[in-house]
C-alpha cells in the first residue's frame, strides 16, 4: 500500500486509459502507474505515477456539496502557500482546478502527501496533532478566505432526524434516534454568542492526518471544511484522538489539547463552551452514521461505519462533568 492514501477509496471506477485521458487535461502525459485506492467513505480516489510526480486523483461522490468545492479547493491552496502541510490542488489547461467527467462527476488532481496514518497515536503525535491544526486554525484568520457555509449543521442534522423518523427501525436504531431527538433539543437551546469563527477541517480524524515518525507531515481530505467555530472543530478532533476503543485515554486527550493550546489558546468564552461542543461533535457523527445505516449509503459500498460508537461517545459526554 502507497504511503499516505491508506483513507481513500473509489465508488468510480476508471479504466488506466480513462486515467491517462483525465491527465492529458492536466498537461500529464506520462502516466507510470494508476491504483485505485479501496479505503475510506466518501470519494473515489486514485493513487497516479508519472515520471516526476506521484499524485492523487479524487472523484467527488454524491454526499460533497458541489457549490462548496471551489471555495474548499481556494482555501486549500491559500492555505498551502501559508505553509500549511495540505495537498497542492493541481490547474487544468484551462486554468480551472476541477475537471468534469463524461459521467458528469467532478474531479481534481492534486499532490500526493508523504506519511502514514497512525490508529494507535503516541502522546507525542497527538501533540504534534492538536498544535498543526491550531496552526490552521491561525492562519485560517491572516489569509483570505471564502466563508464556506457548514453543510452538516444543526439544520441538516434536523433533516436527517425528520426522515429517520419515517422509517422502519430496529430497537437499538429507535434509541439512537431518541437520543439524537434529545441532544438537538438542547442544541437548539444553545446560544454561542463571541466565539472565534474561521476555517474549520471538521473531519480532523486519525486517517486524515499523515505523521513522519512523531511529526505531522501532512494534513487531507478537507471536503467538508466550512466556515465555524473554531472549538467546534477542536471538540471533533478531541472525540477523535482522546478515545481508544471507545474508551477515553486522558493521556491523548489531554496531550491534544495542550498542543492545540501551545499554538493557540482557548478564549474563556470557548473553554466554557467546549463541553457542549463535545457534544454537539458526537452528535454530528451519530446522526450522520445512523442515517447512513438505515438508508443504506455506501452499504454496497463497504465504507459504511457504525453509528454505535457514536451513540456512546454522546451519551459519555451527557453524563460526565468536563473541567477545563
Not at 502522546?123 to 496552526?135: E, I
Request: hydrophobic share 40%; net charge negative; charged share 25%.
Amino acid at each position: 500500500m502507497w504511503k499516505g492514501i491508506v483513507n481513500m477509496a473509489v465508488f468510480t471506477h476508471l479504466s488506466e486509459a480513462e486515467i491517462a485521458e483525465v491527465l492529458s487535461h492536466f498537461s500529464i502525459y506520462s502516466l507510470k502507474q494508476a491504483v485505485g485506492i479501496h479505503k475510506g467513505t466518501e470519494n473515489s480516489n486514485y493513487f497516479i505515477e508519472t515520471d516526476k510526480e506521484k499524485l492523487v486523483l479524487t472523484i467527488f461522490e454524491e454526499r460533497i456539496e458541489q457549490e462548496s468545492i471551489p471555495f474548499i479547493l481556494d482555501a486549500m491552496c491559500r492555505l498551502s502557500e501559508e505553509n500549511i502541510i495540505c495537498p497542492k490542488i493541481m490547474a487544468a489547461q484551462s486554468g480551472q482546478r476541477r475537471y468534469k467527467l463524461e459521467n458528469g462527476k467532478t474531479c481534481i488532481l492534486q499532490t500526493f502527501m508523504d506519511g502514514d496514518d497512525v490508529e494507535k497515536p503516541s502522546d507525542l503525535q497527538c501533540f504534534s496533532a492538536g498544535k498543526t491544526l491550531a496552526n490552521m486554525h491561525n492562519t485560517s484568520l491572516h489569509v483570505d478566505i471564502p466563508q464556506i457555509d457548514n453543510s452538516v449543521d444543526i439544520s441538516t442534522l434536523a433533516g436527517y432526524l425528520d426522515e429517520l423518523k419515517q422509517q422502519s427501525l430496529t430497537p437499538e436504531q429507535r434509541d439512537a434516534l431518541d437520543l439524537i431527538e434529545e441532544e438537538l433539543t438542547y442544541q437548539k437551546t444553545l446560544r454561542h454568542v463571541g466565539l472565534p469563527v474561521g476555517f474549520v477541517h471538521t473531519d480532523y480524524f486519525k486517517d486524515n492526518v499523515l505523521f513522519t515518525e512523531n511529526f505531522v507531515s501532512g494534513v487531507i481530505d478537507f471536503w467538508f471544511s466550512c466556515t465555524d467555530y473554531f472549538v467546534y472543530d477542536l471538540a471533533i478532533a478531541l472525540n477523535a484522538w482522546g478515545f481508544e476503543n471507545g474508551e477515553l485515554t486522558d493521556e491523548l486527550f489531554n496531550q491534544f489539547l495542550e498542543g492545540y493550546s501551545y499554538r493557540r489558546a482557548l478564549t474563556d468564552g470557548e473553554t466554557s463552551a467546549l463541553p457542549d461542543m463535545l457534544r454537539l461533535a458526537a452528535l454530528r457523527f451519530l446522526t450522520t452514521r445512523l442515517y447512513d445505516e438505515v438508508a443504506g449509503v455506501k452499504k454496497s459500498l463497504g465504507a459504511q461505519k457504525p453509528f454505535q460508537t457514536w451513540c456512546d461517545r454522546l451519551k459519555f459526554h451527557r453524563q460526565n462533568q468536563w473541567d477545563f
